[in-house]
């Protein structure tokens, strides 16, 4: 049977092919460290899985209103005013299931055939994919290492054609834990406004910053920049809820609005459950219980970091947030022989058992990504591993 054009154009997912590889040598009895997880090693805290008991036995498990339950979008709402003072009406506000559908119902109604969206590579592996499906087309911008590889006013003024409709702004971001400060996205938005286009701010990761820098939303800085930016974000990262699907996005009302018509005919609704589970997360109101997970994880960078810049030819930008590092290995590829990151990732999981991420999938072909979502024990092995590897391919 013939397929759709649409699906022919995918690019299988580099981060779900690396695992699939892993589990299979797991499966087969081997000793292999994964460092391809993009999510929290912990569980979800108990005070969710309290209330997403009490929702279940109290009867919430029936359709609810395809946007979200109105309390949800209330906490949404209270969250943005607290965390990044930013207030949105409820007609601003849609709940989905997971921050990727928000983002996947979002191009959905946002692009025509061949409207253009922006993507600063490195990228998070859906942006392209999702913009094709949509068909769009992504058009990628080379965010330098050397700029910490965050996106220039320069570069998005030069990828600017008549048919751009959006550009995306990941901070910090995934796979390289960069964050932009409050000029660098002045300077982005003033770009944006000058040529209407709308911003797409995906902020998944707001909550795991290490050093004393502060997460800025972008359509915190002005009136105009937050009536022409949408932001993504969910409780996925922040609490530790990544297999409890619930994302959301904010922005206009005209653009919010027929997402959640959109969703009404793809997934009804978010799941009742973890929509009252999701609800328990934004109503704490004695803490953030994301600061112990910031704890470990800042705690395991620095360790990663220090071991992975003592590996001959590895180079490493530190990152700010999220929970991965995004080393340069070229020349550690170029003296062992390979004819490609992807190959010598690959020889590496097949002789030392380590299982990372090639940048490829992630529009960095020189790079990979590690994530240190993972004990402090399995990363010191990991690093002798890798390094292992390379002095024995020297």
């Not at 704890?295 to 030819?313: A, K, Q, T």
Request: hydrophobic share 35%.
């Amino acid at each position: 049977m013939e397929l759709a054009n649409r699906v022919k154009t995918l690019t299988p997912s580099a981060t779900l092919a690396i695992t699939a590889k892993a589990k299979e040598l797991k499966n087969q009895g081997y000793d292999v460290i994964g460092l391809g997880a993009g999510e929290p090693d912990f569980n979800t805290p108990d005070f969710i899985l309290d209330a997403a008991e009490e929702a279940m036995k109290s009867g919430f498990t029936k359709y609810t209103p395809s946007g979200g339950i109105p309390e949800l979008k209330q906490a949404i709402i209270n969250k943005f005013e607290r965390d990044n003072s930013l207030a949105y009406n409820p007609d601003e506000v849609i709940v989905t299931t997971g921050a990727k559908h928000a983002l996947y119902t979002l191009f959905q109604v946002l692009l025509n055939k061949d409207d253009e969206v922006i993507v600063p590579s490195p990228y998070w592996v859906s942006y392209p994919e999702q913009v094709k499906l949509a068909e769009g087309k992504p058009v990628f911008v080379n965010a330098k290492e050397e700029n910490d590889f965050k996106l220039t006013p320069e570069q998005l003024k030069a990828a600017v054609t008549t048919k751009t409709k959006a550009v995306i702004i990941n901070s910090p971001s995934n796979p390289t834990g960069m964050m932009y400060n409050r000029q660098e996205l002045e300077e982005l938005g003033k770009v944006c406004l000058e040529n209407n286009i709308l911003i797409v701010s995906d902020e998944i990761y707001e909550k795991l910053i290490y050093t004393d820098d502060e997460h800025v939303s972008i359509a915190s800085i002005s009136d105009q920049l937050k009536a022409n930016t949408v932001i993504i974000n969910g409780v996925s990262k922040s609490h530790s809820m990544t297999g409890w699907r619930i994302g959301y996005a904010a922005g206009p009302s005209e653009i919010i609005k027929p997402m959640t018509s959109l969703a009404s005919h793809s997934t009804s609704n978010p799941t009742s459950i973890a929509q009252y589970a999701a609800l328990a997360a934004y109503s704490k109101s004695d803490g953030d219980p994301s600061s112990e997970m910031r704890g470990i994880f800042s705690e395991r960078l620095e360790v990663l970091y220090g071991l992975l810049n003592d590996i001959p030819g590895i180079t490493c930008v530190k990152p700010k947030g999220a929970f991965y590092l995004f080393p340069n290995v070229q020349e550690a590829v170029r003296q062992s022989g390979f004819n490609s990151v992807d190959e010598w990732a690959k020889e590496l999981l097949e002789e030392e058992k380590v299982a990372l991420v090639p940048g490829t999938g992630f529009g960095s072909p020189e790079n990979v990504r590690l994530s240190y979502a993972i004990s402090l024990d399995a990363l010191r092995d990991a690093s002798e591993r890798i390094k292992r590897f390379i002095l024995n391919h020297q």
